[in-house]
């Protein structure tokens, strides 16, 4: 006898799905049965279901097929919501099978009951509750196949006494479409699109995730345009052995980009739906995206080319002459090349030009009185010790900035965050996510002090199912991205901060092995002894709270707003 949820655990097997993750619950029991009946698959069972559909999100992300979760009926759906909505603005594939009340009592307020259908709505592209074996495999198919074709989220919510249900002789199999069509641009628009870039003097490239697998169409467009190519912080993957990169925009920016978009008389966006329209130039805008409903959603656009990014920026390439002048391009390289020795300056050793080492010192007694670890060395000694080819996890918020500017992802590293919905504590359960596809590839989670504790119970996860990863932990004692958002306009600090264990001895007790760091000159000997250590391993670096990230441009009513947070600060402290 075959029941529905052997049908659809085979059925997710013959697609690939290797990993479920999830709360084990009473409605889910003939799924969760299937899934101990099939060698060849493994329930992860973590200890809060937000941290699970996180790591189903991250699988998706990295490997680009389907991520798996389960939550059961009422409370184990609803902690689902989180992870399934970074799967959703992170255009991750993911297929969340929901438990529900027995049949007889769905719409009785039964113990436990909750309308999955409505509660999803807005996360999920498709969502329906199966009532009997007859609609199966069809909803499977359908939910699959949304999922794939999004990509985003699919929701099937299946009733314990249907789970057991025998599937219909003549049932059939789901037929999966996991390909998707490869879009071209039309070729009036691509013409409307060449004819801007040739009028153009200055033109400046935006590409994010979108563009990833286009890095060397991109790479010969930029050559024939001389444009400076600002990344996302999705894009990072596309700036090793890139002659036009200038980092990144926004708050977690510098100065470069900012002269990259002011010089710019055409803007060319490429695979990116960048979410700040404020620091985007005012000039005439061409989009490539393969969503139709991305062109124009951020910025007025003149042209919109829906295309997949290697066609569409192939078809530009082949048709608009070479701009004889670099000077928009020169001049954008250079401010970034000052910019980045600045940034090595405030990493003390003798880097960094002697500019930048003057003002390093001059800013150490402000910013850090305690000498306390800098944020930047960490994040610079992580990027020096982790593999070429490591899966670099991080947590919303600071740990993001120092990510995005001493982090390179070259060879074939690859980074993952709650890019789109921002949330915190995403990066150690998408961490043990990633590592569950491969225990052989390094998977290093860059993750806060709140971020951590917010779903510290999850480090429980990486033991139990022997998952090698590397927790590194920004200990600063606060909520440093809200600190910073509140200094800002001239707030004090307030509600920021936090009251931590020991996080190392925390971990240690659940069976990791980790590290206490409170000394810069003991960090890079410790973090390569770490890195090379067997399983789990967390570290526990107590870093500067008072670091000063400053975003491309700092506004006068922004720099004054933070001095006077400071002096409001200095003020309201206890003697």
């Not at 990791?512 to 960090?523: G, I, P, Q, T």
């Amino acid at each position: 006898m075959t029941t529905v949820a052997d049908m659809i655990i085979d059925s997710l097997h013959r697609l690939g799905v290797r990993t479920v993750w999830g709360v084990v619950g009473d409605a889910l029991n003939p799924l969760t049965d299937a899934i101990r009946r099939n060698p060849d698959m493994r329930w992860i069972g973590v200890r809060h279901e937000e941290a699970g559909a996180f790591a189903a999100g991250a699988q998706a992300q990295v490997s680009g097929t389907l991520g798996v979760c389960m939550g059961t009926v009422g409370p184990g759906s609803i902690h689902l919501l989180n992870g399934l909505y970074d799967a959703k603005k992170s255009q991750a594939p993911v297929l969340a099978i929901c438990g529900q009340v027995p049949t007889p009592e769905i719409g009785s307020d039964y113990f436990q009951e909750i309308d999955n259908d409505l509660l999803f709505t807005d996360v999920a592209g498709f969502r329906a509750t199966v009532t009997s074996a007859a609609q199966m495999p069809r909803l499977l198919s359908q939910a699959v196949n949304a999922a794939y074709a999004g990509p985003g989220v699919a929701v099937l919510t299946l009733p314990g006494d249907v789970g057991e249900m025998e599937m219909p002789a003549d049932a059939g199999r789901p037929q999966f479409v996991t390909a998707r069509p490869v879009p071209h641009p039309d070729p009036q628009v691509l013409e409307d699109a060449v004819t801007l870039l040739e009028e153009a003097s200055n033109v400046t490239i935006l590409a994010g995730i979108g563009a990833a697998a286009a890095k060397d169409e991109l790479l010969a467009l930029a050559g024939k345009l001389s444009a400076p190519m600002v990344l996302t912080i999705k894009g990072k993957g596309l700036e090793e052995n890139n002659p036009f990169e200038v980092g990144q925009s926004g708050l977690i920016g510098n100065p470069a980009s900012k002269t990259a978009f002011d010089g710019a008389d055409v803007l060319l966006m490429v695979g990116t739906d960048f979410p700040y329209p404020e620091w985007l130039p005012k000039v005439p805008t061409i989009q490539i995206d393969v969503k139709a409903e991305h062109i124009g959603r951020r910025t007025p656009v003149q042209v919109g080319l829906v295309a997949d990014a290697a066609v569409g920026v192939r078809s530009l390439t082949a048709r608009v002459t070479a701009k004889p002048g670099t000077g928009h391009l020169d001049k954008a390289r250079e401010h970034y090349a000052d910019w980045r020795e600045r940034q090595q300056a405030l990493l003390g050793g003798g880097k960094g030009s002697l500019p930048g080492r003057i003002l390093a010192r001059a800013r150490r007694p402000f910013e850090n009185p305690s000498g306390r670890i800098r944020p930047e060395l960490l994040a610079d000694v992580v990027d020096r010790v982790a593999a070429p080819d490591a899966v670099i996890t991080t947590d919303t918020g600071m740990s993001t900035v120092w990510a995005s500017r001493f982090l390179r992802m070259r060879g074939n590293r690859q980074l993952v965050g709650s890019f789109g919905l921002g949330s915190m504590a995403n990066a150690m359960p998408q961490a043990l996510g990633i590592q569950a596809l491969d225990t052989g590839r390094e998977v290093v989670s860059l993750s806060g002090d709140g971020g951590l504790t917010m779903l510290l119970g999850d480090l429980i996860t990486a033991v139990v199912e022997q998952l090698p990863v590397r927790v590194v932990v920004f200990n600063n004692g606060r909520l440093g991205m809200v600190k910073l958002e509140q200094e800002q306009v001239g707030l004090p600090e307030f509600g920021t901060v936090l009251t931590n264990p020991d996080l190392a001895a925390v971990a240690r007790s659940l069976g990791w092995s980790s590290w206490r760091v409170e000394k810069a000159e003991d960090l890079e000997e410790i973090t390569r002894k770490a890195f090379a250590t067997p399983g789990p391993v967390l570290l526990d670096v107590l870093t500067n709270p008072d670091e000063i990230s400053l975003p491309p441009q700092v506004t006068s009513d922004k720099a004054w707003g933070f001095a006077i947070a400071k002096v409001k600060e200095t003020l309201e402290s206890p003697a």
